[in-house]
């Protein structure tokens, strides 16, 4: 991995301070509250207990406000609301769209709550990423019965007060996903984002090859159709592989998941992340809303990683930034042979995939709004691309 010193371009304000975020644009991540009304078996945030240990948000939209005019003024700010399940919260998410009406905002939810919001909400969001497992058996297996029905018929309900896009946001965890849930995923949405769990029972070669096998044909899939395939990681490495200088343009090099550069994970008491994973590690705090201050993400390419001499490199860039983190810094060895290096195999194994169907030619070809959509869809900017 190429490690570029932390800096940015931006000056702001009469202050003349160099600016913590990397880049012209952040995203502002804000946690509505940490209560959910699903209770996920995988849920990232029982990590280190957060689930439900902090209700509402604890500081005013003014003190926002100045926290946003004093570190993100010089910059575009899109906001996504994040939970727990952020809809709990629906008032804040009324009162920060009503401050700032020229952001840019995305909804991550599981779903069950969407028919309930209101259009002037709804018709504000660019884009809904929705927590689903894959189809019917395996979401309601993870999430509880009745949930995958529930999260359709929600979305169905909502669709023509809806004018952003729906993103499914699938956490590939067991080993029966098959072609056929994650295909009829990509017919329901918009979009379909998928990334490998952190489990570290997951990747027994068997699972491995059941994995390879459905990436196979998700990849084959891609190339035969004629319209756009919306798969987002397929997607994503098509375009940085025919395009490379999209793979780091918003990033300034980095990784593409925003945790090194533009992403602001704020915790509904105010202390600021850059991974909403990691919100457990104090060496991860990079400031405080309440106490006005941010500082440059902690979380950085490190030259213990592996990402320099792999082959996925020039694409990939280092998602996920946390697993490296963990494995490679920390020295988890566990979860390095468990979790990391079965993911970053998986990782080359796409894009191994990818290449056997020579996506220059193909992107050389295509309709011009596939290629337009291929390279500019706004959805990799609301997630890390990478699986
Ligand atoms: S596949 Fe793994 S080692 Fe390779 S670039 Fe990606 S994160 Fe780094
Ligand atoms: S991909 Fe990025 S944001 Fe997601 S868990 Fe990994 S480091 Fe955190």
Redesign the pocket.
Known sequence: ?TFFPQRSEEITGAASEISPIVGDRVELQLLTTLTCNLKCTYCSLGVGDMVGSQGKVSYTIDVLDAFIKKHLASHEVYVTFYGGEPTLNLDFIKEVMERYPTFRFQLQTNGTLLDGLPDSVLANLSNILLSIDGGEEITDGFRGRGVYRQVVKNTQAVRDRMKGSFTARVTWSSESTSFEELDELADTFDYVYFQFVAGEGTYTPAAMEKKKAVITQLVDKFFSSKELYPIIPIMGVVRNKVLPTRATELYHGKTQCRVSTHILNVMPDGKIYPCPDMMYVPEMLQGNLIENWLKPSPLQPHPN???DT?E??PW?????LKN?YLAYVKNDSNYRTKVVEP??EL??FLGREIDRHNPQAWYAKAPLDVRKTLRDCEVYEYVEI?P
Not at 316 to 320: D, E, I, K, P, T
């Open positions: 991995m990683m592996p990402c792999c996925a490199q990939c860039r280092g998602n996920c490296l993911i970053c990782v080359r990478m």
